[in-house]
């Protein structure tokens, strides 16, 4: 039996994440999940606001609302958790964002979704526009540098998988559609085959999730 930590930049449990996500392992497999935000007050989750210069990142609370957080001041934390799976018996450790993060100190391996996501998204399109549907449009210029790295142009809108409704995917989609992109991209390990199906309803274009490319390669570790 293999065990995974899961670490979320928001709150524990991610029950919109972690049902997805053992469909594509082993019966056998053994999920731990950590939260970025699990032990902190709100005064302190208040504190980890975006300041100017920092990187806005986007996730969920317990509650099922969106938060966001500065990605600089939340790296120290999630070092801190993957401190604490190297004390237990973990095979494999999932940083659950796509945003793109330093290597962090571990000898368990860690899967970096960003970095899988870019390559596997490179070798299915090779190169052009990408339409990326993100939870704020705050994050625009932090993907389309990211998209950039792999020869990607980007038209960038935004959609909260958290906190958005059906007719704001179905706008999202109908504006990406103006735009002369080869795929639509939800990049965000918060979207789900759910939302998919709503931008399908709108669209010919191909339709990529992050978390499932991210959970079909993970499978084949284990």
């Not at 559609?177 to 998919?196: H, R, T, W």
């Amino acid at each position: 039996m293999k065990t995974i930590c899961v670490i979320t930049i928001g709150q524990t449990p991610r029950t919109d994440m972690i049902p997805p996500l053992k469909s594509y392992l082993p019966n056998d497999t053994r999920i731990i999940e950590k939260g970025v935000l699990d032990s902190l007050s709100i005064e302190e989750i208040q504190n980890l606001c975006v300041e100017d210069g920092q990187t806005t990142l986007v996730s969920r609370l317990k509650n099922g609302k969106s938060v966001v957080v500065s990605k600089e001041k939340v790296i120290p934390i999630i070092q801190k958790l993957i401190d604490e799976c190297q004390k237990t018996e973990i095979d494999l450790i999932l940083l659950a964002c796509t945003g793109k993060f330093p290597f962090f100190l571990s000898e368990i391996p860690v899967i970096y979704p960003d970095f899988l996501l870019n390559y596997a998204v490179k070798g299915l399109l090779r190169e052009g526009k990408l339409g990326v549907i993100v939870p704020l449009i705050q994050q625009s210029e932090m993907i389309s540098d990211k998209w950039n790295e792999v020869d990607f142009k980007t038209y960038i809108t935004s959609t909260s998988p958290y906190d958005g409704s059906h007719e704001e995917f179905v706008q999202a989609t109908k504006r990406i559609n103006e735009s002369q992109v080869q795929a639509i991209l939800l990049d965000c390990m918060g979207y789900s085959n759910e939302m998919k199906n709503i931008i399908r309803e709108h669209t010919n274009k191909p339709i990529i999730i992050a978390r499932n490319i991210i959970y079909a390669n993970l499978a084949e570790l284990l």
